[in-house]
């Protein structure tokens, strides 16, 4: 089956300005995560849903950041007034579950603000 | 909260040699640690993962081992060949969310 989506691959803003990056999970997995890796480090946490609910939002940097999950399965996250140091990749991951469940990467959004 | 330490860096290795990446992680609580190998401009992928009721976990030539006491757990690969050049990740289990380690930028040299 499809494996996770992401969708733009590329995004190319200017400071200031307001984007949405949009993740398709695996269907049926009802965990959904997102992460964001600057070069040469790991991925690192921002928020995961469990449903349409955030399970934990606990990694969002500041309150320019948001996501939402309207009907438990696309999710959107959600970056106003970008700055330069939110050029970053944003990974998506979805999993069955949350504890031993393996996450699924989609191939990522790269962010480039200008 | 949870912090996950990962050494080497970078580990160069000759084709056919083992390699061993190892992590260090904080929270007792974590109880799921998974190892992410990415190549270049890729999406990390799963190549295998070990759960705190067990100490060791092979899967042909890559094994995982797992001590709790000491909060530390290790990546082995043996018998390395030139694709498995990538970078790995380590991470730990958080109440759901993944804290991953700094990875390790392995190449296998021919």
């Known amino acids: 089956g499809a494996g996770v989506s992401q969708t733009p691959s590329n995004k190319v803003t200017e400071k200031g300005k307001y984007v949405e990056l949009r993740c398709d999970p695996i269907?049926?997995?009802?965990?959904l995560y997102w992460y964001r890796q600057s070069l040469g480090q790991g991925p690192e946490f921002l928020i995961y849903f469990q449903g349409t609910g955030a399970a934990d939002d606990s990694g969002l940097p500041n309150d320019r950041f948001f996501a939402v999950r309207p009907e438990g399965s696309v999710s959107t996250l959600k970056i106003q007034r970008t700055e330069r140091g939110d050029s970053a990749v944003y990974l998506c991951?979805?999993?069955?579950?949350?504890?031993?469940?393996?996450?699924?990467f989609g191939p990522g959004t790269r962010l480039t603000v200008l | 909260g949870e912090n996950v330490e990962q050494h080497p860096s970078t580990l160069s290795v000759q084709e056919g040699d083992s390699a061993v990446i190892k992590c260090t992680y904080s929270?007792?609580?974590?109880?799921?640690f998974p190892w992410y190998k990415q190549e270049l401009g890729k999406r990390p992928q799963l190549i295998i993962d070990?759960?705190?009721?067990?100490g060791e976990k092979k899967d042909q030539r890559i094994a995982v081992t797992l001590n709790k006491t000491a909060k530390h757990f290790s990546l082995h690969i043996t018998e390395t060949q030139p694709e498995d050049s990538a970078v790995y990740f380590c991470a730990a289990n958080q109440g759901g969310k993944l804290i991953f380690g700094q990875g390790t930028e392995l190449s296998v040299k021919p």
């Open positions: 070990i759960r705190s009721n067990v």
């Open positions: 991951a979805s999993s069955f579950g949350t504890s031993y469940n393996e996450q699924f």
């Open positions: 269907s049926g997995h009802t965990a």
């Open positions: 929270d007792s609580a974590s109880n799921y």
